[in-house]
């Protein structure tokens, strides 16, 4: 996953992170946070359904 957000929503992504187990690979600040993570792929679907609920944050998926 790429994730970008604002930092006002730093504490609710990285709740996510830590929930899912997910690594965080990259992380910037530019105009808004920059976060590439790597997750499992059993738990890829569950940090997703979890960031569409979150507004203000955008994602993409990259398959390896």
Known sequence: FTVH???AL???VMR???ETNAVILVQ???NEYIM???IRKQDAEILRSKFDKIAGLG???EES
């Open 5 to 7: 957000f604002e930092y």
């Open 10 to 12: 730093m504490n609710n």
């Open 16 to 18: 996510l992170v830590k």
């Open 28 to 30: 910037r600040y530019e």
């Open 36 to 38: 590439k993570l790597s």
């Open 59 to 61: 994602f993409q998926t």
